[in-house]
């Protein structure tokens, strides 16, 4: 199983001239980074921009759990309204070919 993080690719409001209008890409890639030094989940293969969307992907635990760390990434600072996560399977031949999860997930 793979959960696709899809975000769109809004520029952040009010960036300082010059900078990168995407800058919570690094972020979310140290925070998948983080957790799989701890063992939590996997990141299955790099992150990559797929037209208007930037997808992370993460792998190596069940379907609650990775649709949680989906669901913390949603929440970060910058993120954009919008965000998915799609359940997926490594062996699918495209970007958002499984179920789609709305993000962030509600609080139990």
């Known amino acids: 199983m793979v959960v696709e993080i899809h975000i769109p ?3 952040t409001p009010g ?3 010059g ?3 995407f800058p919570w890409i ?3 890639e140290d925070i998948l980074s983080d957790l799989e030094d701890q063992g939590g989940v996997e990141v299955f293969d790099e ?3 797929d037209g208007d969307v930037y997808v992370f992907f993460v792998t190596g635990a069940g379907e609650g759990d990775l649709l949680a760390v989906a ?9 954009s309204a919008g965000t998915i996560a799609v359940v997926s399977s490594d062996e699918a031949e495209d970007f958002g ?3 789609h999860v709305t993000l962030p997930l509600p609080a139990l």
């Open 97 to 99: 070919l499984g179920r």
């Open 19 to 21: 900078s990168y209008p």
């Open 71 to 79: 669901s913390r990434v949603a929440t970060l600072p910058g993120i």
């Open 9 to 11: 690719l809004l520029p």
């Open 47 to 49: 992150g990559e921009e």
């Open 15 to 17: 960036p300082p001239d």
């Open 26 to 28: 690094e972020e979310v």
